[in-house]
């Protein structure tokens, strides 16, 4: 499955950036509720577990279901996309004003049942007058979180009152665990902006765009950028104007997408310092078949034709003056240690450049050239 963005302009000022605490603290919750998954964060998920009232942590485990799946859009109205950055008091508020009814309708559609946005959503009325509808729902949450089976019943019985124990949990959450760390959080993302702002200025989307994940795969054609991320659930949708990037210290390993029914409003991103850490080193002789593979003018010429849309082995020889034969034999090269992947339509098999490898050569690389430390010498 895959999701699929098209922006309908190469042009820089398509992109944006934005930060937001609330939206830091809600992905620090997930990590917290899905901790398995974030292996780089282990260390800070034990401290933080370590530091939290025995109450608060009560409280992390009740409302775990909130954060363990599909993150419901309760939050996604206080991000302050366009404006400038707000505080998380600030933010705070906008998810306080929402309606108990709203609130709940949310959660339990899209936390519990796992509905999207452009899915048919069941209305609290429908919910609470269907005994059906509540057991599917309860049955759904000892699946997914079994410490949630309370806190849910208590949201389809009182959804005044959970709301209430929910943003009062959820301050506190910000208080205790994330507002002591915010000012160093803060200048990691503001520093992360400015480089990849530079990289905008010098290079355009394109570039940005690549370097948010290795997984995320860019083609250029014409005036448009087409982004294809595979994912479990499927979507095509056409990028905000602007589209705005957020960095993030949580997101790892995977992208973060806030949107609508149409548009896709924004991506969230690890900053660099994950994106380094998770890099598992590259094998000597990998790194020598990736280098053999991408040191031949054809082969070079093949990846950059490749990069703008997907071609054949056909259309390839016709561009570069070369035989049909020997472009199959650049391209299983190249295919053979993952530059390409292939699709069949209709009579003809198509390539696809595939940026991974070219993020293993610079790992590899980096990690081959990097000086050894000094010994340190005592007298």
Same mark, same amino acid.
């Given at each position: 499955m895959t999701r699929i963005i098209h922006l309908d302009s190469p042009q820089a000022e398509r992109l944006a950036f934005s930060y937001s605490p609330l939206q830091e603290a809600v992905r620090s919750l997930q990590?917290?509720?899905k901790s398995k998954y974030h292996p780089l964060h282990l260390a800070w998920v034990l401290q933080i577990r370590q530091q939290m009232p025995v109450a608060l942590r009560a409280e992390v485990s009740a409302f775990g279901i909130i954060f363990a799946r599909m993150i419901p859009d309760i939050f996604a109205s206080s991000l302050s996309l366009g404006s400038d950055f707000l505080p998380f008091t600030e933010e705070f508020r906008v998810t306080q004003e929402l309606a108990a009814q709203d609130y709940a309708e949310r959660v339990l559609n899209q936390a519990i049942l796992g509905h999207d946005m452009?899915?048919?959503?069941?209305?609290?009325?429908?919910?609470s007058s269907s005994p059906e509808l509540q057991e599917q729902i309860l049955a759904q949450t000892a699946e997914i979180h079994p410490a949630s089976v309370q806190m849910v019943q208590e949201l389809l019985t009182n959804p005044q009152r959970s709301q209430e124990r929910f943003l009062a949990f959820f301050l506190q959450?910000? @208080?205790?665990? +994330?507002?002591?760390?915010?000012? %160093?959080? @803060?200048?990691? +993302?503001?520093?992360?902006?400015? %480089?990849?702002g530079q990289l905008l200025f010098e290079y355009g989307p394109r570039e940005v765009l690549s370097s948010l994940a290795p997984q995320l795969n860019i083609y250029e054609e014409e005036n448009n950028i087409t982004m294809l991320y595979p994912a479990q659930g499927h979507w095509e949708k056409k990028a905000g104007n602007p589209l705005f990037l957020i960095p993030s210290s949580y997101v790892w390993p995977r992208l973060s997408f806030?949107?609508?029914?149409?548009v896709l409003h924004a991506i969230a991103y690890s900053i660099k310092q994950y994106h380094e850490e998770g890099n598992a080193p590259v094998p000597p002789e990998r790194l020598l078949k990736l280098l053999r593979a991408a040191g031949d003018t054809t082969r070079m010429q093949i990846l950059q034709l490749l990069s703008q849309r997907p071609r054949s082995t056909r259309e390839l020889a016709g561009l570069l003056g070369l035989s049909e034969a020997g472009i199959s034999k650049h391209v299983k090269m190249l295919q053979d240690v993952g530059f390409l992947r292939s699709e069949r339509s209709s009579y003809y098999v198509l390539y696809q450049s595939v940026r991974d490898p070219l993020s293993e050569i610079t790992r590899g690389l980096d990690r081959l050239l990097q000086p050894a430390?000094?010994?340190e010498i005592t007298s």
């Open positions: 990590v917290l509720a452009d899915e048919l959503n069941y209305p609290l009325e429908q919910i959450y910000w @208080e205790v665990c +994330l507002a002591p760390q915010w000012p %160093q959080l @803060e200048e990691l +993302l503001l520093r992360d902006i400015q %480089q990849r806030i949107y609508g029914r149409d430390q000094d010994e």
